[in-house]
């Protein structure tokens, strides 16, 4: 199965996603998040540099609930606007 290419506002949001969550992080290691929510430093990194830009939901939420955010201000923060 061939991925479509992500759109810029799809890079966008991943890119806001991986800084907050990289905020999120502060002081604590790569390895540290990675191994608490369950998943490899690797795939942490290419979240938080927007490599990864549509990780899947739970990859989210584990990572989340590690770093004691919520899942409504990440959605808050990382969905744009929508024009009214």
Request: net charge neutral; charged share 25%; proline share 7%.
């Amino acid at each position: 199965m061939v991925r479509p290419p992500l759109t810029p506002e799809e890079r966008l949001r991943g890119e806001r996603l991986g800084t907050l969550l990289r905020q999120a992080r502060g002081e604590r290691s790569i390895t540290e998040v990675a191994t608490a929510a369950g998943m490899s430093a690797e795939t942490l990194r290419k979240i938080e540099t927007g490599r990864i830009a549509t990780p899947a939901f739970f990859t989210i939420a584990a990572l989340t609930d590690v770093l004691g955010i919520s899942l409504d201000d990440l959605a808050l923060h990382t969905t744009p606007a929508v024009p009214t």
